[in-house]
């Protein structure tokens, strides 16, 4: 590669390294060809499904290695974690979304914050305060009704807020672990960390306590 370029970042797996030349970045190969011209004010390593997320005029968007334009650049912000189970969460005029690899709205920028979705095709999202899950069509799986969650569902159960504690609700809006605890994790093999007055446990999905250790 020339020496000729402002910033360079170390070759990926795929060969190719994102570059910075008079203020603009763009992608070259070990050779040291231009992939990517230098058009964007930022440029990511391509995914793999060879989509790469980029920058442009303030805005993101999401290009191919041909450069083709994926995903139109008119967005604030992104999620840097890419399209999980098809969709990706955008940010629009304050407001966040998810866009499918088509470019079409699939979900709309009416949230104030949100979590890719999950294998089960849900996301926790967030809306005037209150937080919710919602499917890939925006049909609400679980009301508005929590002032906080976990990320997502994780063996069947969710971590949810209210009233200033936090317990375990199932996918159909069940109370399963009453709302008893400061904080509480996401379940793993059965257990999950909670906290009260101060101390940390373990607990079971039938809300049963035990010693917490940290191995």
């Known amino acids: 590669v020339p020496f000729e370029y402002d910033a360079l970042t170390f070759f990926n797996d795929s060969g190719l390294s994102i570059a910075k030349k008079s203020g603009k970045a763009g992608i070259l190969d070990k050779t040291g ?30 290009i191919n290695k041909n450069n083709k334009t994926v995903i139109s650049f ?3 912000d992104i ?11 955008l940010e629009k005029s304050k407001k966040w979304g998810y866009v499918n690899r088509k470019n079409r709205v699939a979900v709309p920028f009416v949230y104030s914050h949100v979590f890719p979705f999950q294998k089960n095709g849900f996301a926790v999202v967030c809306k005037s305060k209150k937080y919710g899950v919602i499917n890939k069509f925006n049909k609400t799986i679980i009301p ?26 199932n996918t159909r809006n069940k109370v399963v672990i ?34 917490y250790t940290e191995d």
Do not use: C, H, T
């Not at 990320?151 to 609700?169: A, C, D, P, Q, T």
């Not at 008893?180 to 306590?209: R, T």
């Open 178 to 211: 009453p709302f008893k605890y400061d904080s509480a994790s996401s379940f793993y093999k059965g257990k999950a960390i909670v906290e009260k007055n101060g101390v940390q446990y373990y607990i079971d999905k039938k809300g049963k306590l035990y010693k």
């Open 74 to 76: 008119e967005y604030d």
């Open 33 to 62: 060809k231009v992939i990517i011209p230098f058009e964007y004010d930022e440029v990511y390593s391509f995914d793999k499904d060879g989509l790469a997320i980029a920058k442009k005029s303030g805005k993101y968007g999401m």
């Open 79 to 89: 999620d840097f974690n890419g399209f999980n189970f098809g969709l990706i969460a």
């Open 144 to 169: 508005f009704q929590y002032d906080d969650m976990n990320n997502g569902f994780s063996e069947g159960l969710l971590g949810v807020k209210r009233y200033g504690k936090w317990g375990f609700i």
